[in-house]
Nanobody, 123 residues
Framework: QVQLVESGGGLVQAGGSLRLSCAAS????????MGWFRQAPGKEREFVAA????????YYKDSVKGRFTISRDNAKNAVYLQMNSLKPGDTAVYYC????????????????WGQGTQVTVSS
């Protein structure tokens, strides 16, 4: 059983930056591909970024390419999401998720989820 805890959310002005962190415990972290998803009020949860177990492969939602960077530190059991040039449309609760398999953009393929951290971007 893997436990995931996100941190780093907050309120930021448009154009600003935030770095989200996700700390994992209770499992062998390097076995898991990791993903970030987000859910805005009244909308479905959507894929943002994912990274393979080694960190060698990453994948991004088109609208965040060039602005967001996902990374991981297997020695620290952590995954990060650096978010730059934030826009009001990025406002959402951000969740990290783990899956014992290959990198995926589908939420249904992830086995473990954190509680989420709120990101609010003001215009």
């Amino acid at each position: 059983q893997v436990q995931l805890v996100e941190s780093g959310g907050g309120l930021v002005q448009a154009g600003g930056s935030l770095r989200l962190s996700c700390a994992a415990s209770g499992g062998t972290f390097r076995r898991y591909a990791m993903g970030w998803f987000r859910q805005a009020p009244g909308k479905e949860r959507e894929f943002v970024a994912a990274i393979s177990w080694s960190g060698g492969r990453t994948y991004y939602k088109d609208s965040v390419k060039g602005r967001f960077t996902i990374s991981r530190d297997n020695a620290k059991n952590a995954v990060y999401l650096q978010m730059n040039s934030l826009k009001p449309g990025d406002t959402a609760v951000y969740y990290c998720a783990a899956q014992e398999g290959t990198l995926s953009v589908r939420a249904a393929e992830y086995d473990y989820w954190g509680q989420g951290t709120q990101v609010t971007v003001s215009s």
